[in-house]
């Protein structure tokens, strides 16, 4: 029994200096705020004491455009969007709670109904009563969710490879990070333990157009993962069960949507497009081939000219000089058509 003792006490040392070995530390929020937050970012105080990282551009008296990223992400996704856009629209976007520079709130919600109050908080401080709003995965949503509860705040939509629509498949490219996080006990791994190998693995799942995946965009997105508090974060909002809000209420969205999609994207396939697209009434559909999951990202000329055309029929701003593109053909309108080959889809 001793020598069992002995044996088993090694192996628990060996384990502990395992798991030390292979543990990343916590970031302060400090020091990446010093590394991430230049000019034009800016934090806002929320009513329940949450500190909003958020970046406004473009002229004031334009129609306002409000951009929701996706899970994992930041609003930096946003920035090939905001470099063609901003010149006609005022373009918002935010680091949503758990994200970014956001990182953990006080209130410790980060369910899809918190983060549709966070939006209308920041708007709120924005003085934005009514915006187009656009969001990418989890945050497109979050921004059909939005649309949903909100109908006079929305002035468009914009749903770029959105989460909320059930689909008969299941995903063969979901990230190893994701189901981790998924995975009771063993997710507590994650507290301590966030290589930057999950990462690039998980952006490589996302990402079709590899051109577009450098290392600054890894380190970024493992900085974020370990700010202080994010990781206790992302294990809690994991931990909340699937909701079917989006789906369920899918007809109360009344604002002209434009609903963007890469028919590569192994997250959430393309099925998901058509089926927002025959919810939505009156919605335009384009599919982006040989695209993955970001296509704000991965086809940013493209992607932005649709907005931009989209956002001059429907908003109409006083000037409206037309964003070129430059990536090549795509498949675009009410009735595109679907990809040959059926796509996986992942949790969002």
């Given amino acids: 029994m001793r020598k069992l003792l002995i044996v088993v006490g090694a192996i628990v040392v060996l384990l502990a200096v395992g798991l030390w070995a292979l543990s990343t530390p916590d970031i302060p929020r400090a020091t990446l705020e010093a590394k991430y937050a230049k000019p034009p970012s800016e934090f806002l105080m929320l009513p329940d004491g949450a500190r909003a990282h958020v970046r406004d551009r473009g002229p004031r008296d334009a129609p306002a455009l409000v951009l929701i990223h996706g899970s994992n992400a930041s609003l930096f996704t946003w920035e090939p969007w ?18 970014g520079l956001t990182g953990a709130v006080p209130n410790g919600d980060y369910s899809q109904e918190a983060m549709v109050r966070f ?27 939005f649309a949903e ?5 929305v002035s468009a939509l914009i ?29 507590q791994l994650l507290l301590h333990i966030t290589p930057r190998s999950l990462v690039s693995e998980g952006l490589n799942d996302a990402i079709v157009r590899k051109n577009i995946l450098t290392d600054q965009m890894i380190d970024q997105y493992w900085d974020f993962a370990r700010m202080t508090g994010t990781r206790e974060a992302t294990r809690a909002r994991f931990a909340l069960p699937w909701n079917t809000a989006v789906a369920d209420d899918i007809g109360k969205i009344t604002a002209p949507t434009l609903i963007l999609w890469g028919d590569k994207d ?11 697209h025959d919810a939505i009434k009156g919605s ?13 990202e991965e086809v940013a000329d493209r992607s932005a000219k649709d907005v931009a055309d989209f ?5 109409r701003p006083a000037e409206a000089a037309p964003v070129p593109a430059q990536e090549g053909p795509m498949q675009q309108g009410p009735t595109a058509t679907p990809p040959a080959e059926p796509l996986p889809v992942a949790p969002q």
């Fill in 82 to 99: 905001v470099a063609r856009l901003s010149g006609q629209w005022r373009v918002v976007s935010m680091d949503m709670p758990g994200h």
């Fill in 119 to 145: 939006t209308a908080e920041v708007a709120d401080k924005l003085g934005l009563h009514r915006f187009a709003l656009g969001g990418n995965s989890m945050g497109g949503g979050v921004a059909a969710r």
């Fill in 149 to 153: 509860e909100h109908p006079n705040r």
């Fill in 159 to 187: 749903l770029v490879d959105a989460g909320g629509m059930p689909t008969r498949e299941q995903g063969s490219s979901i990230p190893l990070v994701f189901r981790i996080a998924r995975m009771p006990v063993v997710n």
């Fill in 266 to 276: 192994g997250l959430i396939p393309v099925e998901a497009a058509h089926r927002f």
């Fill in 284 to 296: 335009k559909l384009i599919i982006y081939p040989g695209t993955g999951h970001i296509p704000q």
């Fill in 311 to 315: 956002l001059t029929a429907t908003l």
